[in-house]
């Protein structure tokens, strides 16, 4: 005997405090009654399979994707050699630039100019490998 249905997934409560937090933000942003929050929080926790949690939030707007924050972290360091090369040639370069301007005793603080160019170049390779990290794995070169 075949089955028409389609198998359903079990909802773990995971799965129910997620759409909890959902409904109880749509109660919070007045996009709910106090009344309907309490029905569906009812129901969400009652809730046994994932379809039926999906009807309690399917009128209500989905949330945002979140944007990526700022591209340079510990780890990515950690995962991308390249990165930690290129930081440690800018550092490098800036201590030497740095040096010389002391050394030659120039009034005019002359390495900030390049010094600039290198912090930008650096945060557009954290930028770039950001990306490439979101879009796939990470394609040695």
């Known amino acids: 005997m075949e ?24 109660g919070s942003e007045g996009r709910l009654t106090l009344d309907e929050v309490e029905e569906r929080l009812t129901h969400v926790y009652a809730a046994r399979f994932t379809d039926e949690l999906t009807a309690l939030t399917a009128d209500l707007p989905r949330p945002a994707p979140p944007r990526p924050g700022f591209p340079l ?37 002359w390495p900030a100019f390049p010094l600039f160019w290198l912090t930008v170049s650096f945060f557009v390779h954290a930028r770039v490998r950001s990306a ?6 990470a394609v040695p070169y």
């Open 73 to 109: 972290t510990a780890a990515m360091l950690r995962r991308h050699p390249a990165l930690r090369v290129h930081a440690a040639v800018v550092v490098a370069v800036a201590v030497l630039l740095i040096v010389r301007w002391a050394v030659l005793g120039a009034g005019f603080f």
């Open 3 to 26: 089955d028409s249905h389609p198998a359903r997934i079990r909802a773990a409560d995971a799965d129910r405090e997620r759409v909890a937090t959902a409904v109880q933000t749509a």
């Open 132 to 137: 490439r990290d979101r879009l796939g794995p």
